[in-house]
């Protein structure tokens, strides 16, 4: 008998079902190998992929690809690897208002909070942002709100766990805590009270704490084991003035706000004056307006800023340009300017949407932040105009637009023209004036997406074997190596898990006990594996012994390993084969 069962995103579900069988039951009696089928129909963006139950599973992992652009003309050249034949997908949306972009990007980034404090943090931020901009803005979108709620409610649960127990918060929640992520926490939590109701309690005792964590010369007393770009140097100070100054906190802590702006001002360096000066600007402190004129003249050809030494989470390369090109936008809006460098800011980053948002986490919520503050502004075409797509040499679309009509353009199944793998997209505007943004999304299944260039991580899995019984275990054994002659801060590993063999928690928590690992967590055929850092030439290995429980030809996805902070460098490994008799 079929059933039909339906639930919201973001909401889990259980189902019981139980079905008696007897010898008495002719099919049953007569008939082997009999399948139980279970099909998932999903709605709207989901991914499904569908194959007979005597096939074994591709072990393909989902890949993305963002190509965008804002000029006249416009090409890019995609380079799709190594997709499972049928499940690539190609939509190109634009957008006659800034509005409907930064929506349609952060509908996209609605996420499930999880990780460390600063990772729940920061993959919460985008649900909060989305509720702001539809209340502040008037838009209606319930499904989006009722999504981004139910992921706040559960990132909100999570965040207040790590609070310490003497006060603060850790990455862990360990005491004792740190003063830059709970600065960090006391900006979220007030951003957050705007959406959503939290404790003002939580909020008070935490600035509280954070008072008394104060050197008396303007500094901060630090714990010594503080992680990669959390130890005692100005970088940390700037950043944790501007989240206090941000959150409202900037007159409690006078002293620190001076020290740091003296810092920033000696350092020359462009991430610590933009974090001063959207400090200063938002306490209404004329010292600001300084920091932006040094800024003004820093702004790069393209529009961008780099920071000179590191982040505060040591993010570099795109990463790193984005938080630093994001702050001095913000500073730029705070200080009322609305053309000049401050479009050329809000075009660089409109440019750097990738699959992975706007890059790493803290380069995601302060590129949210800026573009939301530019979205308010009411942006948008300056006329009407139709967009032109050509795919490989041929003209295929041509859609039209009015300002009358500000909604978002989607042009779907722009798959369908590719003639490889390596097609080349051009996007045109009939008039100059007309010009809007828009981005291209591919989507595809794909055995063992494509690695970084150049990357500083070295990643491999393998198993030990490729056939076992049912209970027996198999040896999974994953190798990180950092190959450069620095730290790399907070690498994570992605362990695709075969279907058929089951993880043994007892083996997880000895890993974390035994520090091969800081924390792990599972997700839906992976196991996720968080470390706090890989020294210069370091190599982590985790051995893991799955027991085999299923009968069956089994094979994993794809399993991968990447910098959380710089999480445009991923390598991955190939998806692992088994057969249990």
């Known amino acids: 008998m079929a059933e039909s069962i339906s639930w919201r995103p973001a909401r889990a579900k259980v189902i ?25 129909l999903p709605t709207k963006t989901c991914w499904t992929h569908s194959r007979p139950p005597s096939a074994p599973s591709t072990g393909a992992s989902l890949a993305r690809q963002i190509a965008t652009g804002n000029a006249a003309q416009n090409a890019s050249n995609l380079h799709l690897h190594e997709p499972v034949e049928g499940t ?37 931020y985008p649900n909060l942002l989305v509720l702001d901009l539809l209340r502040q803005t008037g838009t209606s979108k319930p499904e989006i709100e009722s999504q981004a709620l139910a992921l706040l409610e559960d990132g909100y649960k999570k965040l207040t766990a790590y609070e310490c127990k003497s006060g603060g918060f850790d990455w862990w929640g360990r005491d004792p805590a740190h003063e830059g992520l709970t600065a960090y926490g006391i900006l979220e939590f007030t951003d ?17 704490w954070l008072e008394k964590r104060r050197d008396g010369n303007g500094g901060w007393q630090l714990k010594p084991q503080s992680l990669h770009g959390w130890q005692n140097d100005p970088v940390v100070d700037c950043y944790i003035v501007w989240a206090l100054a941000e959150a409202g906190y900037g007159q409690k802590f006078a002293a620190e706000v001076d020290k740091a702006y003296e810092q920033a001002v000696n350092s020359k360096d462009p991430y610590q004056v933009a974090l001063l000066a959207n400090a200063l600007l938002a306490m209404k402190d004329k010292r600001g307006n300084n920091l932006l004129a040094d800024l003004r003249k820093k702004q790069e050809d393209n529009g961008s800023w780099l920071g000179s ?11 790193f ?31 750097s949407k990738t699959e992975y948002g706007y890059g790493s986490t803290q380069s995601t919520v302060l590129a949210l932040k800026a573009l939301i503050e530019y979205a308010k502004a009411g942006k948008q075409a300056e006329a009407d105009g139709a967009l032109v797509l050509m795919v490989d040499g041929r003209r295929v679309v041509e859609q039209p637009y009015s300002l009358k009509d500000p909604k978002r353009l989607e042009i779907k199944n722009i798959e369908q023209y590719f003639t490889g793998n390596d097609p080349r997209v051009e996007v045109f505007f009939d008039n100059p004036k007309s010009v ?38 198999v040896r999974l054994s994953a190798t990180l190596q950092n190959t450069s002659g620095e730290a790399q801060a907070s690498p994570m590993i992605v362990l695709g898990i075969p279907a058929g063999l089951t993880l043994q928690p007892w083996q997880l928590k000895k890993l974390v006990d035994e520090k091969k690992c800081d924390f792990y967590e599972l997700w839906d055929g992976f196991a996720v594996f968080h470390f706090e850092q890989i020294a210069a030439g370091e190599t982590r290995v985790l051995d893991l012994d799955l027991r085999a429980d299923i009968a069956g030809a089994f ?27």
């Not at 019981?16 to 099909?39: H, M, P």
């Not at 030494?309 to 990463?319: F, K, L, Q």
């Open 16 to 40: 019981s079902r139980v079905q008696n069988i007897t010898a008495d039951t002719d099919w049953f009696a007569k008939t082997e190998n009999q399948t139980l089928s279970i099909n998932f």
């Open 88 to 124: 690539v997908s190609a939509t190109l949306t634009a957008y006659p208002s800034a509005l409907e972009d930064v929506l349609k990007g952060m509908e996209r980034m609605l996420r499930q909070p999880s990780g460390c404090f600063e990772q729940v943090s920061s993959s919460n």
């Open 192 to 208: 957050m009270s705007k959406v959503f109701n939290v404790d003002k309690k939580l909020i008070e005792r935490t600035v509280s």
């Open 309 to 319: 030494t590191h982040s505060v989470m040591y993010a570099y390369g795109d990463c």
């Open 321 to 351: 340009r984005i938080e630093t090109t994001a702050l001095a936008a913000l500073a730029l809006m705070k200080s009322g300017e609305k053309g000049g460098g401050l479009a050329k800011a809000m075009e660089y980053l409109t440019k």
């Open 436 to 473: 809007i943004p828009f981005d291209l999304e591919v989507k595809y299944a794909s055995r063992q997406p494509r690695n970084t260039p150049k990357c500083p991580l070295v990643f491999k899995t393998e198993l030990g074997s490729a056939a076992a019984a049912v209970g027996e275990t």
């Open 555 to 581: 094979e994993a996805p794809a399993s991968q390993a990447f910098l959380y902070y710089s999480n445009d460098q991923r390598v991955w490994s190939k998806p692992e084969r088994l057969t249990i008799r």
